[in-house]
């Protein structure tokens, strides 16, 4: 809704709405494109960082709801699926209720289109309405690489900066770590590529070569020569199960940011020091974890969170291969969701939708 002649309006953290002359407050609505959403997140890895790690900590401390995803799958398309993300955050910079709708279709690639699709809808917390819709595909890319790359900072702290970087799955996702890994200061004498589709890679592989920083990328013809060749390994697949099973593998202890989640069989991870974003999300839907979970019925194996980490509850060794697999949590999205909103809000460049709301008043 538009204020009146009578009326100020406001845009604030926790929501867009109109202060009226009686101090009425009358939601708005905004709809985020996501060319608003690329200029607020490019060039902002470190920001996103310091987000995903004010985050992880509110989540540590209690300080936010996070329930199951949960999965709309199609009988006649097996492959694909739409996931549900709701979550609750708090923090310093303004409560934000919301949920991430996020959609996986593999089929897409084949016509050109992205595999994925996400729009983020914001609640306000006062008042439950909600207050924006943001394309979220790029907010998923960024919160997923920020994870990422604070992991790699964390988990690393023991075993030195990592010179060697190895990358397996070379989509939308593996480029956002490259960017957000380097935004840690981190340079790389040598990136091992891989993919399936070696068109892919090489893709990469030009994108990295033209980006700032004295690594050439090389793509390889198997997963195990990055692996074999790199102290820290980034899976970023859209493997459905297993299919890097060979332990030996990883006997030279590197740092594995398991991000897709299916890629190691349950052999390797009973032979590593396992690393969470929040357990009880973490070993369900048949992940890496979750199958040795049903293997052995025991959780024993994850030495515990990447919260544990940053607060100093878990040190883990640097003379084992530590794998860290995050689920990916809604509050992760709502925070990076919540920070472009605000910097499109501050820049007076919401694009609100007049009449989005039937009724405003309940007594109409």
Same mark, same amino acid.
């Given at each position: 809704?538009?204020?009146?002649?009578?009326?100020?309006? %406001?845009? %604030?953290?926790?929501?867009?709405?109109?202060?009226?002359?009686?101090?009425?407050?009358?939601?708005?609505?905004?709809?985020?494109?996501?060319?608003?959403?690329?200029?607020?997140?490019?060039?902002?890895?470190?920001?996103?960082?310091?987000?995903?790690?004010?985050?992880?900590?509110?989540?540590?401390?209690?300080?936010?709801?996070?329930?199951?995803?949960?999965?709309?799958?199609?009988?006649?398309?097996?492959?694909? +699926?739409?996931?549900?993300?709701?979550?609750?955050?708090?923090?310093?910079?303004?409560?934000?209720?919301?949920?991430?709708?996020?959609?996986?279709?593999?089929?897409?690639?084949?016509?050109?289109?992205?595999?994925?699709?996400?729009?983020?809808?914001?609640?306000?917390?006062?008042?439950?309405?909600?207050?924006?819709?943001?394309?979220?595909?790029?907010?998923?890319?960024?919160?997923?690489?920020?994870?990422?790359?604070?992991?790699?900072?964390?988990?690393?702290?023991?075993?030195?900066?990592?010179?060697?970087?190895?990358?397996?799955?070379?989509?939308?996702?593996?480029?956002?770590?490259?960017?957000?890994?380097?935004?840690?200061?981190?340079?790389?004498?040598?990136?091992?590529?891989?993919d399936l589709v070696g068109g892919y890679a090489a893709a990469l592989a030009e994108h990295i070569?033209?980006?700032?920083?004295?690594?050439?990328?090389?793509?390889?013809?198997?997963?195990?020569?990055?692996? +074999?060749?790199?102290?820290?390994?980034?899976?970023?697949?859209?493997?459905?199960?297993?299919?890097?099973?060979?332990?030996?593998?990883?006997?030279?202890?590197?740092?594995?940011?398991?991000?897709?989640?299916?890629?190691?069989?349950?052999?390797?991870?009973?032979?590593?020091?396992?690393?969470?974003?929040?357990?009880?999300? %973490?070993?369900?839907?048949?992940?890496?974890?979750?199958?040795?979970?049903?293997?052995?019925?025991?959780?024993?194996?994850?030495?515990?969170?990447?919260?544990?980490?940053?607060?100093?509850?878990?040190?883990?060794?640097a003379d084992r291969t530590v794998v860290f697999s995050p689920f990916g949590l809604g509050v992760?999205?709502?925070?990076?969701?919540?920070?472009?909103?605000?910097?499109?809000?501050?820049?007076?460049?919401?694009?609100?939708?007049?009449?989005?709301?039937?009724?405003?008043?309940?007594?109409?």
């Amino acid at each position: 809704m538009r204020p009146l002649a009578a009326e100020r309006e %406001c845009h %604030c953290s926790h929501g867009g709405f109109v202060v009226t002359s009686n101090f009425v407050e009358q939601p708005t609505f905004a709809v985020v494109p996501g060319v608003q959403v690329r200029a607020v997140i490019e060039g902002s890895a470190s920001t996103v960082i310091s987000i995903i790690e004010d985050a992880y900590r509110a989540h540590g401390g209690g300080r936010t709801v996070n329930p199951d995803s949960y999965f709309l799958r199609f009988p006649d398309r097996p492959e694909s +699926r739409i996931i549900a993300l709701p979550a609750s955050l708090g923090g310093d910079t303004g409560a934000v209720d919301g949920i991430k709708w996020i959609s996986s279709f593999p089929g897409n690639i084949a016509s050109g289109l992205p595999r994925a699709s996400a729009v983020l809808v914001l609640n306000d917390p006062a008042t439950g309405y909600p207050y924006a819709c943001l394309e979220s595909s790029i907010i998923s890319a960024a919160r997923t690489a920020g994870s990422a790359a604070l992991a790699a900072r964390e988990l690393s702290r023991d075993r030195g900066r990592p010179v060697r970087l190895g990358i397996v799955g070379t989509g939308l996702i593996a480029r956002h770590v490259y960017h957000h890994l380097r935004a840690l200061d981190w340079d790389f004498d040598q990136v091992e590529l891989f993919d399936l589709v070696g068109g892919y890679a090489a893709a990469l592989a030009e994108h990295i070569d033209k980006a700032a920083g004295r690594a050439v990328a090389r793509v390889r013809d198997s997963a195990e020569g990055v692996i +074999r060749d790199s102290d820290l390994v980034v899976l970023t697949t859209t493997a459905g199960e297993p299919h890097l099973t060979e332990p030996g593998w990883f006997d030279h202890h590197p740092l594995v940011l398991h991000l897709s989640l299916r890629d190691l069989s349950p052999e390797v991870i009973a032979g590593v020091v396992n690393v969470v974003d929040d357990v009880n999300h %973490c070993l369900k839907a048949n992940t890496s974890v979750h199958l040795l979970e049903q293997r052995t019925h025991s959780r024993d194996f994850i030495a515990g969170t990447l919260c544990d980490v940053l607060t100093g509850k878990l040190a883990v060794p640097a003379d084992r291969t530590v794998v860290f697999s995050p689920f990916g949590l809604g509050v992760l999205d709502l925070a990076v969701g919540r920070h472009v909103y605000a910097e499109i809000a501050k820049a007076g460049q919401l694009i609100d939708v007049e009449g989005f709301f039937a009724e405003l008043d309940r007594h109409a």
